[in-house]
């Protein structure tokens, strides 16, 4: 009897004296981005200030172009078009680009916006979830002239790791298309 105390003492000791498990919180990356100045930006038949974070490229056609955001593996591609009586169908195809990623995007936010002195109209759509484009716009007057703007990340579209840089480049966007003017 005293053997089996012995015993049952010594191995309630044993098991007692571990530490109390406790979860660990996760880690987060925390990225940070310089605060944006901003610069004039020329082209074509328009004009608005863009970061100083970012660089401007042209691309295949005249007037178009593309930002790059070279820390964030982020551009956003600016096209521009005339508009010949068809100024519809540059709406259509705007909004199809747009809705074309409704197969992953868990919600699309459309905001309008008009500045009526300057002759700027358009939509900026921004889309949630695993879309491959997160951001989508256009600029327009409604008359002679239309432009589209698409952002796209080099990576994977992972929303929660996005979200940083997706509202970083959405302030410069907003910023865009605030001091967006025409020719």
């Known amino acids: 009897m005293f053997k089996k105390i012995c015993f049952l003492l010594l191995f309630s ?8 498990t ?6 987060e990356l925390r990225l940070e981005y310089p605060k944006p100045k901003y610069q004039k930006f020329e082209a074509c038949n328009y004009s608005f200030d ?14 178009w ?9 982020a551009k956003l591609f600016i096209t521009y078009f005339p508009v010949k009586n068809d100024f519809i169908l540059h709406v259509k195809e705007s909004e199809k680009m747009v809705y074309q990623h409704t197969i992953k995007a868990s919600a699309i936010d ?3 916006f008009e500045y009526p002195e ?41 929303p929660d790791s996005l ?5 970083y480049v959405k302030k410069d966007i907003i910023h865009l298309i605030d001091t967006f003017h025409w020719k």
Do not use: W
């Not at 406790?22 to 880690?27: A, D, Q």
């Not at 172009?65 to 593996?73: F, G, L, N, R, W």
């Open 13 to 20: 000791f044993v098991v007692s004296c571990s530490d109390d």
């Open 110 to 112: 459309t905001k309008f």
């Open 118 to 158: 300057k002759k700027v109209y358009g939509n900026l759509y921004e889309l949630k979830g695993q879309s491959a484009s997160n951001i989508q716009f256009y600029i327009t007057d409604s008359t002679k002239h239309f432009v589209t703007g698409n952002l796209y990340f080099n990576t994977r579209p992972k």
């Open 50 to 63: 863009i970061s100083d974070f970012s660089k401007v490229h042209d691309a295949k056609k005249p007037c």
């Open 65 to 73: 172009y593309y930002i790059d955001y070279p820390a964030m593996k």
């Open 22 to 27: 406790k979860p660990k919180p996760y880690g």
């Open 163 to 167: 979200a940083p840089a997706i509202n």
